[in-house]
């Protein structure tokens, strides 16, 4: 089955504690992308990757880190995270050279104290 | 002023009407217009995709598009108790693949 996958679904925890949300897709898409959804604002893009090691910003960038090492994979790295970062988080994937479709995985709830 | 406005609602409505969604848009430069749904607990999912202006339509959905006004509509004919969700527009610029989106409009169709 066609699928993005995000790891973990939910995660609580405290303000400076390192953490790494996963998100592999098994379709051999080019693009992958991170998202944050919050009420009143909407989704908002954080990064995407265009390819392997080709990784640029989008909207709201600080605070976050992403890597691009393998195709498959895009996990978005939070090195301090604070309370501001407390959000519903997508990843998605789409095929290079097609802007219309992302496929969306199924959320990360993230909670910092 | 944000990128993308969309009205929020919620906007609730008997099962069988038509129902319209909007989205007014500020930045010129956005070529490609979209429209996602997004059930409760789960990421959102295309529903309609149009390039630059026109209309598109896909069964009981039609998405148009007005450059001229900056401005982007879904329409949902007959609606059923299963369209009942929350509706996102998205927009990007020729060449780029950053995307905007707005906050979504909350539809409940009543049986």
């Known amino acids: 089955e066609a699928q993005v996958t995000q790891n973990p679904r939910y995660l609580i925890t405290v303000t400076g504690k390192k953490l790494t949300v996963t998100c592999s897709q098994n379709?051999?898409?080019?693009?992958m992308s991170w998202y944050r959804q919050d009420p009143g604002l909407g989704l908002r893009q954080i990064y995407y990757?265009?390819?392997?090691?080709?990784?640029d910003k989008g909207d709201v960038p600080e605070g976050y880190k992403v890597s691009r090492k393998e195709k498959r994979n895009f996990p978005l790295i939070l090195e301090s995270p604070s309370p501001n970062q407390t959000s519903l988080y997508f990843c998605?994937?789409?095929?290079?050279?097609?802007?219309?479709?992302?496929?969306f995985g199924p959320g990360t709830r993230l909670t910092v104290l | 002023q944000k990128e993308v406005e969309q009205d929020p609602g919620p906007l609730s409505v008997p099962e069988g009407a038509i129902v319209s969604l909007n989205c007014t848009y500020s930045?010129?430069?956005?070529?490609?217009f979209m429209w996602y749904r997004q059930y409760s607990r789960k990421g959102p999912e295309l529903l309609m995709y149009?390039?630059?202006?026109g209309n598109k339509e896909d069964g009981r959905f039609t998405a148009q598009v007005d450059k001229s006004s900056k401005y982007i509509s879904l329409f949902i004919r007959d609606s059923q108790p299963s369209d009942s969700a929350t509706y996102l527009c998205?927009?990007?610029?020729?060449?780029?693949?950053?995307?905007?989106f707005g906050t979504g409009t909350r539809l409940k169709v009543l049986a």
């Open positions: 379709m051999n898409h080019e693009y």
């Open positions: 930045n010129s430069a956005f070529q490609y």
């Open positions: 990757s265009m390819n392997v090691e080709v990784t």
């Open positions: 149009t390039y630059s202006s």
């Open positions: 998605a994937s789409g095929a290079s050279g097609s802007t219309d479709t992302q496929y």
């Open positions: 998205a927009m990007s610029a020729s060449g780029t693949y950053k995307y905007i």
